[in-house]
């Protein structure tokens, strides 16, 4: 009996610990060893359905899918998203200043729909009906953007090349246009931190194997991503600055298509773990307890209110375990006399997990705050870059490189670096730190940072040259467009270590509860870039553009100072590094209990309910 008992997991030994003080209390002792033959064998079949459902479900095999899905979904995303600024210069007649507020003020809107998909999955859809939904309305709107550039923008026919000059659209033709690219970006955006987070649910941490490759998948998460987009940015930018604009847009509507086909595809093999309710009401009552009890002083950790046994108070969430940060807050944990009598009260006192994740979230906050002026960095890419290639020499012979599709060299940045980095730089740095992730997160987000700052040193610099080389009279500067690669290249660069790093460090710290909230707070520090990089240049235009000065950055760009721009940004995301290097040697990690997700296995006859944790 003892052997087999060993074999058993932390719940089965507290079932065999309670049927032993019944068969003391009682004296009943043959029933009570029946009883717990029972539970072994109930405990040891309970395990090996779960492995067998795990070795049938998840891992590479559906992870797979998830990552060609993100791939054809990215596709489709860049093929609108990527050339956008052209269009509106182009075929809506905005002017550089506007369009490029209003493409930041679009992307922005794209990922701040992700905290909207984020909750929605945490507390009530799960991660795969949130994907479907949304991938769904995704669809819807590229469909209406196809059929309102068919239908009402594009007259005459092939306008909209930088030639050919279209007629101003109807109201109906734009009013369609708007609502789908805000489809596009509301269903694009709600479904991309739950598809990260739903990627990563393939994998079980408990597992070296698994653990070791959930790590990995977020890297190849966004180099799915980016070889999507790379299409988008060679191919399709091309035929759309030649006109062929609902060509594109097609393109982009079938390429979804086939993404959420593929998504389904692998709707029997995914692991599917149920929302933990709503998170909200949970942080809101730790802060009203804290509150009620501003006079109490926080017992001892070992003190504090916790319910018993390995399950946790909040449904499909692991333990957290006390940390002395904030603690203020574990107040609401400290149990009073008035906690003992009568029926507890959540708005009065907390358990120390419920607690924990409202830590959580308020520790995260500050290193997530300092990554936004990193996306006013990268949003440059799909405005003012492109606007910048697009008056310097891209005709080579009879052939004309569109200025968006200088991002390629971003991407192809990303594809190597991603490469250079998990087979050179993690093996690397293990050995040298013994960090078996090889640079922790928080590192590889200040490396980022600092990239980044040198690509808008480069932006400045390939300015001022441009600019030298602007001939009287003439609109486009004789300097080679292929200048923009090394600010190109440096933005790629970084982003493999800003948001790969993001990626993981949201997701790994934040707690079971609010999975997908932390993966959206990488889209959603791009979503807060492009406000501030739209409030920047509103701010630096009503600055510098006042009588006759036309300001840094003017319609005409040979009439400015976009290098000024540059080097501004250039100095603010400095002065953010300096702050960011503080918050970073500030943060603690989060200390779960166990490192497993949760198998539930109700055994309904006896109401034994086993967890392997």
């Known amino acids: 009996m003892a052997s087999s008992v060993d074999l058993l997991n932390f719940t089965n030994e507290a079932a065999q610990k309670q049927v032993r003080e019944d068969n003391r209390c009682t004296g009943e002792s043959e029933t009570a060893n029946r009883n717990l033959y029972e539970v072994e064998q109930k405990a ?11 070795k049938s479900t998840g891992g590479w095999k559906f992870a797979s899918l998830l990552l060609v899905n993100q791939g054809l979904a990215t596709l489709a995303f860049f093929g609108v998203g990527v050339n956008l600024v052209l269009f509106l210069t182009r075929v809506l007649d905005q002017e550089n200043a506007v369009a490029a507020n209003s493409v930041s003020k679009w992307t922005g809107t794209v990922y701040l729909c992700s905290l909207i998909g984020a909750f929605l999955s945490d507390s009530y859809w799960g991660r795969y009906l949130t994907c479907a939904i949304f991938q769904l309305i995704f669809v819807v709107g590229l469909v209406l953007l196809s059929l309102s550039s068919w239908l009402f923008l594009f007259h005459p026919s092939g306008c909209g090349n930088g030639e050919i000059v279209c007629m101003p659209a109807s109201p109906v033709g734009v009013a369609i246009f708007y609502l789908s690219i805000y489809l596009v970006a509301f269903g694009y955006g709600g479904y991309q931190p739950t598809i990260a987070t739903f990627g990563a649910d393939q994998f079980d941490e408990a597992n070296p194997k698994e653990g070791a490759s959930k790590a990995v998948f977020f890297c190849y998460f966004y180099f799915a991503l980016n070889v999507g987009s790379l299409f988008s940015n060679t191919i399709l930018v091309y035929y759309e600055d030649t006109g062929k604009w609902t060509l594109g847009f097609v393109v982009s509507l079938g390429s979804a298509i086939i993404a959420l086909l593929s998504f389904l595809l692998g709707t029997p093999g995914y ?3 149920k929302p933990c309710g709503n998170p909200l009401p949970r942080v809101a009552q730790v802060f009203v307890a804290a509150a009620r009890k501003w ?4 017992v001892n950790s070992d003190d504090l209110y916790e319910v018993e046994g390995p399950d946790s108070a909040i449904k499909g969430s692991r333990k957290i375990y006390h940390s002395n940060e904030i603690e203020f807050l574990d107040k609401a944990a400290t149990i009073t006399e008035d906690d ?27 290193i997530w705050l300092c990554t936004i002026i990193y996306s006013v960095v990268f949003t440059q890419m799909a405005s003012l870059f492109v606007e910048q290639g697009d008056v310097m020499k891209s005709n080579f012979g009879n052939f004309h490189l569109p200025a968006a599709s200088m991002s390629a060299f971003d991407i192809c940045s990303v594809l190597i670096c ?3 980095y998990r087979q050179v730089l993690v093996p690397l740095a293990g050995k040298l730190s013994g960090n078996t992730k090889g640079i922790s997160e928080l590192k590889r987000m200040g490396i980022g940072l600092v990239i980044g700052m040198l690509a808008m040193v480069a932006a400045g610099a390939t300015e001022i040259a441009r600019l030298k080389h602007v001939l009287p009279g003439e609109k486009i500067s004789s300097l080679n467009i292929f200048w923009q690669i090394p600010q190109y ?3 790629g660069a970084s982003e493999v270590f800003m948001y790969v790093g993001q990626l993981e460090f949201f997701n790994g710290q934040a707690p079971d509860g609010i999975k997908s909230f932390g993966s959206s707070l990488c889209m959603a520090s791009m979503s807060l870039g492009n406000y501030a990089s739209s409030f920047l240049v509103n ?12 300001g840094w950055i003017p319609d005409d760009l040979n009439r400015g100072h976009l290098d000024r721009f540059y080097f501004l940004i250039a100095a603010l995301t400095a002065f953010d590094f ?7 040697k500030w943060y603690k990690s989060i200390n779960l209990e166990g490192s497993e997700k949760e198998i539930q296995i109700i055994e309904t006859e006896q109401d034994v309910v086993l967890r392997r944790v």
Do not use: H
């Open 44 to 54: 040891i079949a309970g395990k090996s359905k779960a492995s067998l459902i795990r």
């Open 271 to 273: 692991r599917y773990l």
């Open 295 to 298: 006079d109490i002083v926080p």
């Open 340 to 366: 003992l009598c009568g029926p507890k009260n959540p708005w009065r006192l907390c358990t120390v997990t419920q607690v924990e994740e409202a830590k959580c979230v308020l520790k995260m906050l500050p």
């Open 418 to 420: 991603t490469g250079i």
């Open 489 to 491: 290249v440096l933005v």
């Open 539 to 550: 701010m630096v235009m009503g600055i510098t553009a006042r009588g006759k000065d036309p």
């Open 578 to 584: 300096v702050i960011y290097v503080f918050c970073a």
